[in-house]
């Protein structure tokens, strides 16, 4: 999309407050007619610029009590001639309900993973039988969350 204005990024920010809001709460709040509002969205949605709408689920009520991040090292040469190690770590992580989040990094280590799981032994389970016998995987490091300082609160509009 070639121009967001200074009305879209209003819409935009209050849908990251609130994607439920109707076109008619949200024209008030970013000075236009509800019809307005519903064009503009229906644009940013068919330009890409929103690309999903989604529930935020506390883990806790799910029975997900630990959250990881797992640095992962991969090997450099792969045994599979057609698809490098990294091709198939990324290929893998996609099946992994335990990861959340996972993205290539620079420098020492190659992905970070954010992992949720009930317990302690699911971790350990996933750790061992999954993460450290994928082929690709060389090493990783974990370090466990004590507490969640600042939370997803949508990009800076």
Not at 17 to 36: H, I, K, Q, W
Not at 113 to 135: A, N
Not at 138 to 157: E, H, M, Q, T, W
């Amino acid at each position: 999309m070639d121009q967001i204005d200074d009305i879209d990024r209003r819409i935009l920010r209050e849908l990251q407050v609130n994607a439920r809001a109707t076109f008619d709460e949200l024209a008030p709040a970013v000075g236009l007619s509800a019809s307005a509002v519903l064009r503009r969205v229906k644009r940013l949605e068919a330009s890409g610029v929103i690309v999903g709408y989604r529930a935020v689920i506390a883990p806790k009520a799910v029975g997900k009590t630990l959250l990881a991040y797992i640095n992962v090292r991969l090997e450099k040469h792969g045994t599979n001639a057609l698809h490098s190690p990294m091709d198939q770590f990324r290929a893998s992580v996609q099946a992994w309900p335990e990861v959340i989040d996972c993205v290539a990094l620079t420098g020492e280590m190659d992905f970070l993973l954010r992992v949720v799981v009930s317990d302690m032994d699911h971790f350990s389970h996933f750790i061992s039988e999954t993460l450290l016998r994928h082929p690709a995987v060389r090493d990783c490091r974990s370090s466990f969350v004590l507490d969640a300082v600042k939370r997803d609160v949508g990009l800076p509009i």
